[in-house]
């Protein structure tokens, strides 16, 4: 098989959340126990870090692989969905899974897979499973997918779980209540391995602290230890004062992931290395400072507050529910900008009304769908937004959407790309 072969393989064979969205995803766990039974186990073979949470799991991911990276450890990165090439998913040390591997896996599986029947998604984690055990990772960090305690990834036994925000997204699956969704999160906390709340969030702690109970885990809310205070920042990287107990800690820590809202992620990752510190791991000063201030060319992150433009100022974003939208437009209105010019698109699988309301009337709209089938038909999105008072035009995709856009932004006038994950994937400058 080509590397192609596999790909088309794997897209066809297999029902795929990012393509169909709500449809594929499985309510058991039992396909990848059976997976990963037929492999020898991978999931035991190597220690790991898990994340989950609505918004934030990236982010915090990738710095925490970027700072055990730079500490000397041998890491692997899981993350979804990709942006650009599939390989995206499956890192160690910020290299992509080689495509030989993935040719490899496939053809070996490829029984497997005909007789269980695994999800795109299933598939995936046992791929990245067995490539970090035969790869012989010294830790790997494990991104949840979707939830947490029916996700794929939940098979592990990590040293720490960390869980950031929890807002409304993927109701449908996940219930339409903060308390139902940060149950679902909570089903990540194992028995005896701490678990770090990135950010207190009072419909969701009693959740976590009768899940911790039960598991007899050691919970800890990163606030509560660490406060960070952001001194400076522009669209390049910004600069934290980091307190711990109330005594300055970090002083002038820098962290290329720009976005006001990775203040509320960076407590989170700071305590959960700290924990991995007291089990013995060797995470000096310089390595954190190096890691977080480079996390983005360490490994490999794309989409998170990305500035692709100077003139006119160029940003895309991959924040879709209500929580990402709402730090998007707080980011936007922080550059007082004259125009904002919205190249926007979403999926057909979520409930888009308390997004559209949260966009400003005053910026001009280009609507647009991502080249998936999960993609919401422009024409609806159009209607959708209309009816609230966004007025924009309609382009059949996102490339046209996004000339059309700097075909007509002034020079000193922003173009912000964003409402799903999908439409980013389409930028070509990405």
């Not at 029947?117 to 790869?135: G, I, N, Q, R, W």
């Not at 939940?154 to 040293?159: A, G, K, M, R, Y």
């Not at 954190?288 to 480079?294: D, E, N, S």
Request: aromatic share 10%; with cysteine; glycine share 8%.
């Amino acid at each position: 098989m080509t590397y192609q072969d596999c790909l088309d393989y794997l897209y066809q064979q297999l029902p795929m959340y990012q393509r169909i969205g709500n449809a594929a995803f499985k309510k058991s766990l039992d396909n990848i126990i059976a997976l990963c039974e037929a492999m020898g186990q991978p999931q035991y073979k190597f220690k790991s870090i898990h994340v989950a949470g609505t918004n934030g799991k990236g982010s915090s991911s990738h710095m925490l692989a970027a700072v055990l990276q730079e500490s000397g450890y041998k890491t692997g990165l899981y993350t979804s969905p990709h942006l650009k090439s599939f390989t995206e998913r499956v890192r160690i040390n910020g290299q992509e899974l080689p495509q030989e591997y993935l040719i490899q896996f496939v053809e070996q599986n490829k029984e497997l897979f005909e007789s269980i029947k695994p999800s795109f998604f299933e598939m995936t984690v046992a791929l990245a499973f067995k490539y970090f055990a035969d790869e012989q990772v010294d830790i790997a960090v494990i991104e949840v997918g979707l939830g947490g305690r029916l996700d794929s990834t939940n098979i592990i036994t990590p040293e720490v779980s960390l869980i950031t925000n929890i807002g409304y997204d993927h109701q449908a699956l996940l219930g339409d209540t903060i308390g139902a969704i940060a149950s679902e999160k909570a089903g990540i906390i194992k028995s005896g391995v701490p678990v770090v709340i990135s950010t207190k969030q009072e419909e969701a702690e009693e959740v976590f602290r009768y899940k911790a109970k039960q598991e007899n885990a050691l919970l800890y809310f990163a606030t509560e230890s660490f406060r960070v205070e952001l001194v400076e920042g522009d669209l390049e990287r910004q600069v934290f004062q980091v307190y711990k107990d109330e005594t300055l800690y970090l002083a002038g820590l820098e962290l290329d992931l720009t976005g006001s809202y990775q203040k509320y992620n960076l407590p989170g990752v700071l305590h959960v290395l700290e924990l991995l510190q007291q089990k013995g791991y060797s995470i000096p000063e310089e390595a954190l400072r190096r890691g977080l201030a480079q996390t983005k060319s360490i490994t490999g992150l794309k989409g998170r507050w990305q500035k692709l433009n100077d003139t006119p100022l160029t940003i895309c974003d991959t924040g879709h529910n209500e929580d990402g939208i709402k730090q998007i437009v707080k980011q936007l209105e922080t550059l007082k900008p004259k125009q904002v010019h919205m190249v926007f698109g979403a999926v057909n699988d979520k409930d888009i009304t308390k997004v559209l309301q949260l966009l400003p009337v005053n910026y001009k709209y280009y609507f647009c769908q991502a080249d998936i089938p999960r993609a919401l038909p422009v024409q609806q999105l159009y209607e959708q937004a209309t009816s609230i008072g966004l007025k924009g035009t309609i382009y059949t995709s996102v490339a046209e959407a996004i000339q059309a856009a700097k075909a007509n932004a002034a020079p000193d006038e922003v173009i912000f790309i964003g409402g799903s994950t999908f439409v980013v994937a389409e930028i070509e400058e990405l």
